[in-house]
């Protein structure tokens, strides 16, 4: 059988679990392709392992370490930790909102078992441990405009409710073992890079796409429908902050942090400005629609601000222009 956890009782791992000279050697789990060129950066290659269940798709061209692991394997995680003497865990691996709700008991496995398994690992090896969360930890009956960081949650999927859980594990980790648990709930992130799918909030990462190559867009969701976001730049920059922010700055474990709002019907005004033929029309998808409609319109992340400085760069504007420009240049 498997060996038992050992989490040691009165583990300390807060403030300086490794000294400032040596660099932090980096796992990933959850293939997020548009993440390692800035943690290459950070850290350097040697010290970033990318790790997923699958393949890296082909045209990725990888010059660092990348390695198999499933995260509900506990042992082959902890063999992945002490092999390559990891003190940091980014942990990506999750199914997102859309695609959970249409395989509830894979998204219950690896959002909550894969969450057990790189709590404990992370516990029993002293790592910082970042867990992204989500807007989609909120739900109907929370404060949606604007949402705060400390508010009802009480979602109704199957991801929000396996967020929520990840929260309150990982600061509960945090107080009863002194786990260095930092976690981020993220607004949709838009990436020009495919992100991983199955998202509510993915017609704003499609629009891109199809208004470059089509000049038009079929929307899943309602023109009125408003929902926090942020530029993949924003968000990546965000984690490696709260990641390295010194921990008597952090009054939270886990913080709200958002770069702008918009509706479908702004996100299309913002792209005739570049493309005057595009049109955009709509054929709403109701289960995503629900889910959005139990979301945070306004994301109110002002703790994040004042604790470590959290500051956007990219809003509407710079975000359209840019996503815009990756898809002309790459459609060329
Ligand atoms: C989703 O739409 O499920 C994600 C998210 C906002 O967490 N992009």
Redesign the pocket.
Not at 186 to 189: E, F, N
Not at 199 to 202: A, S
């Given at each position: 059988g498997t060996s038992p956890r050992q989490i040691p009782a009165d583990a300390n791992f807060h403030s300086t679990s490794f000294s400032e000279a040596n660099q932090p050697r980096v796992l990933i789990t959850g293939w997020v392709c548009f993440f390692f060129p800035h943690l290459w950066k950070r850290f350097g290659k040697d010290n970033v392992i990318l790790s997923d269940i699958r393949k890296p798709p082909e045209h990725v061209f990888l010059s660092g370490p990348f390695i198999y692991s499933d995260i509900l394997d506990y042992k082959n995680l902890r063999e992945i930790v002490v092999n390559n003497r990891v003190t940091w865990l980014f942990h990506y691996s999750a199914l997102?909102?859309?695609v959970g709700e249409a395989n509830v008991s894979l998204a219950r496995a690896v959002n909550i078992t894969g969450l057990h398994n790189v709590l404990d690992v992370a516990a029993e090896h002293g790592l910082r441990l970042f867990v992204p969360s989500?807007?989609?930890a909120f739900g109907p009956t929370s404060p949606r405009n604007p949402t705060p960081d400390l508010c009802i949650q009480r979602p109704r999927t199957i991801?929000g409710v396996s967020k929520v859980h990840a929260e309150l594990m990982g600061e509960y980790y945090y107080y009863r073992y002194g786990l260095d648990f930092r976690c981020l709930r993220?607004?949709?992130?838009i990436s020009a890079d495919s992100q991983p799918g199955g998202?509510?909030?993915?017609y704003a990462v499609q629009i891109f796409q199809d208004a470059v190559k089509n000049g038009r867009f079929e929307c899943n969701l309602n023109p009125g429908t408003k929902l926090p976001m942020m530029y993949i730049d924003d968000c990546l920059r965000a984690t490696l902050e709260v990641m390295e922010a010194p921990a008597e700055a952090l009054s939270l474990r886990t913080y709200n942090v958002n770069a702008m709002s918009f509706t479908p019907a702004e996100l299309a005004q913002e792209v005739l400005k570049h493309i005057p033929e595009f049109q955009i029309t709509y054929n709403v998808d109701s289960v995503r629609q629900a889910i959005a409609d139990s979301w945070p319109m306004n994301f109110d992340d002002s703790t994040a601000r004042r604790d470590w400085g959290w500051k956007h760069d990219f809003d509407l504007p710079e975000l359209v222009t840019t996503m815009l420009n990756f898809h002309g240049a790459h459609s060329r």
């Open positions: 997102l909102s859309a989500t807007i989609g991801y993220y607004p949709g992130i998202g509510t909030t993915d």
